[in-house]
């Protein structure tokens, strides 16, 4: 990664550059995502979300939603990550991830769960739910939902729907 970028935490003043970063890469489809469905109306930023900034720019960002898991809280929801067309390649999503899985244990957070390929995202820990344990609203193939456990059994603390925490339990 080119020293010259740094990441940090996303704050109230990054919303308006993260979601443009997030129009430019994924265009208007990217509503439809599992987990702008699982924000919607819950507030927007949680204590676990990254960005990274160059000259002053953000080129990526990393967004983490504190969720409850069939009414179970505990844990977390990653995604999007999105990163510059310009920039991939230079290891930022891999230090997102890594620093906020980090960040979520820290917390005492005990799974983390995505919509994404195993293939990328097993080398962070992550394996695929059995189908109808772990449920989002909205249509989401269900061999594409994937956890990491953060202490050592936690996914079988956890069965049900996804929602978001409300806003002032530090969701987003």
């Known amino acids: 990664m080119p020293s010259t970028i740094t990441v940090r935490k996303a704050t109230a003043?990054?919303?308006?550059?993260?979601?443009?970063?997030?129009?430019?890469?994924f265009g208007p489809g990217r509503f439809?995502?599992?987990?702008?469905?699982?924000r919607e109306g819950k507030g927007h930023l949680s204590r676990f979300c990254l960005v990274a900034?160059?000259?002053?720019?953000?080129?990526?960002?990393?967004?983490?939603?504190e969720i409850t898991i069939g009414g179970t809280s505990g844990a977390a929801l990653l995604g999007p990550i999105v990163v510059e067309p310009e920039h991939r390649g230079e290891?930022?999503?891999?230090?997102?991830v890594h620093e906020a899985?980090?960040?979520c244990?820290?917390?005492?957070?005990?799974?983390?769960?995505?919509?994404?390929d195993e293939p990328y995202y097993g080398r962070f820990g992550?394996?695929?739910?059995?189908?109808?344990r772990i449920?989002?609203?909205?249509?989401?193939?269900?061999?594409?939902?994937?956890?990491?456990?953060?202490?050592?059994?936690?996914?079988?603390?956890?069965?049900?729907?996804v929602a978001a925490l409300p806003v002032g339990n530090g969701s987003g």
Do not use: C, W
């Open 105 to 116: 244990k820290s917390a005492n957070a005990r799974l983390v769960v995505l919509v994404g």
């Open 13 to 25: 003043e990054d919303l308006a550059a993260i979601s443009e970063l997030n129009a430019r890469v």
């Open 32 to 38: 439809a995502r599992s987990a702008y469905r699982v």
């Open 135 to 161: 449920v989002f609203p909205g249509p989401v193939n269900p061999s594409r939902i994937l956890a990491a456990e953060l202490e050592t059994g936690a996914l079988g603390q956890f069965q049900g729907v």
């Open 101 to 103: 899985l980090a960040a």
């Open 91 to 96: 290891g930022l999503g891999t230090r997102m």
């Open 126 to 132: 992550f394996h695929p739910v059995a189908p109808g």
């Open 53 to 65: 900034e160059g000259a002053k720019q953000l080129v990526a960002s990393l967004r983490m939603t």
